[in-house]
């Protein structure tokens, strides 16, 4: 089974493959190639892209599934980046690179403490364990996980996202909170016969800002967190917009739903 040297240059290898959501395929691949050579007994890539990897103890028993993502936001800054986003290079005893921690550096982790695990046991163990790379998470979180856990039907979940080598026992929702506020277009040289859109979103935006969040005494506040606005037309080259939307990215917690949620945004802009 692999030394620590070899987790370490399959960590990088990973890092070297851009992997951009929509975009995992080369690093899905790698994946699927390594839990192969590991011994997984069955690996598979299912419609949306996501490797799934199973080894079969000798027994009956539950399922329990590692589950990591292998998708990254974007680089947008590679020049004022100290180290090369896809180089995956180590300095100070750290390995460098878009995804280290969020999260091929786990995904790789889990995929070989699994082999390793079945090579300690000789696969003497109850049930199954199981190992899933997903894709679209920094875009669509949540729909390529549905679908492994149809395929997997684990009876429990082991995600690897960064937690600063602690155990956490839950995790906050999510939901996004779309706000668009209209105005009426006309040529920015005569801006007093139109309504400017993005002036009215700046005014709903500080009303939104004052929204004091729900805590739970786990998961912590039930953050609301501006993430996007754009106006329209854009391009609005010498043309006051019409149209203004500003997008939230809201963690939601136990008991908060969609009424819960957007009760809070209408009750501050009313």
């Known amino acids: 089974m ?8 399959f960590c990088q290898e990973a890092l070297r493959i851009p992997s951009y959501s929509g975009q995992e395929q080369g690093v899905a691949e790698l994946m699927k190639r390594k839990m192969e050579e590991y011994g997984f007994d069955e690996v598979i890539i299912d419609r949306f892209g996501s490797v799934l990897g199973t080894i079969n103890g000798k027994r009956p028993g539950k399922t329990v599934l590692m589950d990591g993502h292998i998708d990254t936001v974007d680089v947008i800054d590679a020049p004022q980046w100290e180290h090369d986003p896809f ?4 300095a100070d005893g750290k390995i460098y690179g878009r995804g280290a921690s969020d999260m091929k550096g786990s995904d790789c982790a889990m995929i070989t403490a699994a082999a390793r695990f079945a090579e300690k046991t000789g696969r003497d163990f109850a049930g199954r364990v199981c190992v899933s790379c997903t894709v679209h998470e920094e875009r669509f979180e949540g729909v390529s996980s549905r679908e492994i856990t149809r395929l997997a039907k684990p009876d429990l979940v082991i995600i690897g996202e960064a937690t600063s080598t602690t ?17 009426v277009s006309c040529h920015s040289s005569n801006p007093e016969k139109g309504v400017n859109a993005v002036y009215a979103m700046t005014a709903v935006i500080d009303e939104i800002r004052k ?9 912590g506040k039930g953050i609301l967190e501006l993430t996007d606005i754009i106006s329209q037309p854009y391009p609005g ?5 019409s149209l203004c939307r500003a997008t939230f990215d809201r963690r939601t917690l136990v008991g908060e739903d969609e009424a819960v949620i957007l009760g809070q945004v209408n009750e501050a802009i009313a």
């Open 211 to 219: 929204i004091v969040p729900n805590e739970h005494p786990l998961l």
């Open 237 to 241: 080259a010498s043309v006051v917009p």
């Open 87 to 90: 180089g995956g290079e180590i």
């Open 2 to 9: 692999d030394t620590n040297e070899q987790l370490i240059a």
């Open 167 to 183: 155990v956490k026992r839950g995790q906050r929702g999510r939901a996004e909170v779309v706000v668009e506020t209209e105005g």
